[in-house]
């Protein structure tokens, strides 16, 4: 088991290009989610996949950004039309839910966005 | 939503000494981690702990889930234990659980000097 495991570890785009990041969760966990992280603060949750169903977003998830894990596997996120306002870390955990209890998260790396 | 308070903000030790980091939340809770970020971002679980207490080393962490705080305690600090603590919870509004992902606080940054 390699943990999570998130790519690019880091990207630098110019305003208004698109993104995309990939995350590979733990195998077999079949929870996993997304974070924002910006300077000096805490992660922010963004949405969470059960499987392949995405079951929550966050009002920080703007129309500009749309999540997908389609085969109930790994999972990408794409900002469209970056602004400077998304640069930040960009952090993906899952989660093996045997019970409802149950949702001891483990992070990735990160990919670290900067929108020049 | 919830409410995650860490203090303190910072804390500055020499190596060697004891520490105790304090994570307040507003709200019952299901779920309680406590994690390490690394200088490259990482955030390294340290405890999973709803409620009770755990120990790993240097490290312990006390959860009293009917008081709405848990408590981080690194003894003997090394130079290695640098960087910042987060506490986040997980709050358990719906009967599957996790809908909400989990809530961090701000952190707690600590610097040990050799």
């Known amino acids: 088991d390699t943990g999570v495991s998130q790519n690019p570890r880091h990207k630098i785009t110019k305003r208004g290009q698109n993104v995309t990041f990939r995350c590979d969760p733990i195998?077999?966990?079949?929870?996993l989610y997304w974070y924002r992280q910006t300077l000096g603060q805490g992660p922010e949750f963004l949405t969470y996949?059960?499987?392949?169903?995405?079951?929550?977003k966050s009002r920080l998830l703007s129309d500009r950004f749309s999540a997908e894990r389609p085969k109930g596997s790994f999972s990408t996120l794409e900002i469209q039309r970056t602004e400077q306002g998304d640069s930040a870390m960009y952090l993906c955990?899952?989660?093996?839910?045997?019970?409802?209890?149950?949702?001891?998260?483990?992070f990735g790396q990160g990919t670290r966005l900067t929108v020049v | 939503g919830i409410q995650v308070e860490q203090s303190p903000p910072d804390l500055i030790l020499q190596e060697g000494a004891n520490s105790t980091l304090r994570c307040n939340f507003s709200?019952?809770?299901?779920?309680l981690q406590w994690f390490h970020q690394n200088p490259w971002g990482q955030l390294i679980n340290l405890f999973y702990?709803?409620?009770g207490t755990k120990q790993n080393g240097r490290l312990s962490a006390t959860t009293v889930a009917t008081e709405r705080y848990s408590l981080l305690y690194i003894s003997s600090s090394q130079t290695t234990d640098s960087g910042v603590y987060f506490c986040?919870?997980?709050?358990?509004?719906?009967?599957?659980?996790?809908?909400?992902?989990?809530?961090f606080g701000k952190g707690t940054h600590l610097i040990i000097q050799p």
């Open positions: 986040a919870v997980d709050l358990q509004i719906y009967s599957g659980g996790g809908a909400d992902g989990l809530t």
């Open positions: 955990a899952s989660s093996l839910a045997l019970t409802p209890e149950d949702t001891e998260a483990f």
């Open positions: 709200d019952s809770v299901n779920n």
């Open positions: 996949f059960q499987n392949e169903a995405q079951l929550e």
């Open positions: 702990i709803p409620s």
């Open positions: 195998s077999e966990h079949n929870r």
